[in-house]
């Protein structure tokens, strides 16, 4: 896993409690890359999610918030670092549908060790809501849905997201049901 995902991490963890907080999760667990990250560095997924557990444990939120906030959070780095890909799709079901045919592309391109989720999309018909189907073999459907939440906020278009998650072998599974919310309801 990218060295960013890494910093950024343990910059939220910073931010959101202290240095202190940073220190211990390293101590307790005993990353084996040391813990020194650096964005352009490449770590074990393992160190991550040890990490995350470990924070849990410490400040009694539950991993699955923990998840979305850190999606909240990489949602800011990505439209500041890479603001080309949301200014050219526009709007949030867009910028989904070009997650694996284009962005996720493109950071294979830029970081051949990345190891990145599948998306697949359905579009919303007369009867069925927009779907967004997520695989990986790490369990981070809720970072993914911090992140597809976010990008709701960035292009200020308020949709309601629920999800279902299970799991195949070793694989992930996840798909998201997005509905556009709307502000006040047309009865007939
Ligand atoms: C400009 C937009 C985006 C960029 C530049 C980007 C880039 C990246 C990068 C660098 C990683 C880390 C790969 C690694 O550590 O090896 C990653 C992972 C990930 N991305 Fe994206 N991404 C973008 C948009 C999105 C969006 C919109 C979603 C969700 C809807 C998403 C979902 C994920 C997830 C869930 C992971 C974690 C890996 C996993 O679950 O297997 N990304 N992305």
Redesign the pocket.
Known sequence: ??G??FTEFLEMVEDTFDYDMVDTLIDNTQPKSGGAYTAVGSYDYQELENMVVELSAQSGMAVGDLLQAFGKHLAGV?TQN?AQ??VEAGSALA??RE?DRH??VE?KKL?P?????D?KYEDATADTPFK?H?R???N??L??YG??TA?FEYYSEPHKVDVKHWQEGSVHCATFEIRPEVSSQVRH
């Open positions: 896993m990218r960013l995902v990505f890479f890909f949301f910028l989904f997650i962005i996720h950071v970081y060790d990345a190891e990145l989720p998306f967004l997520y990986s073999e790490r981070l459907y970072l993914a992140l597809i990008c």
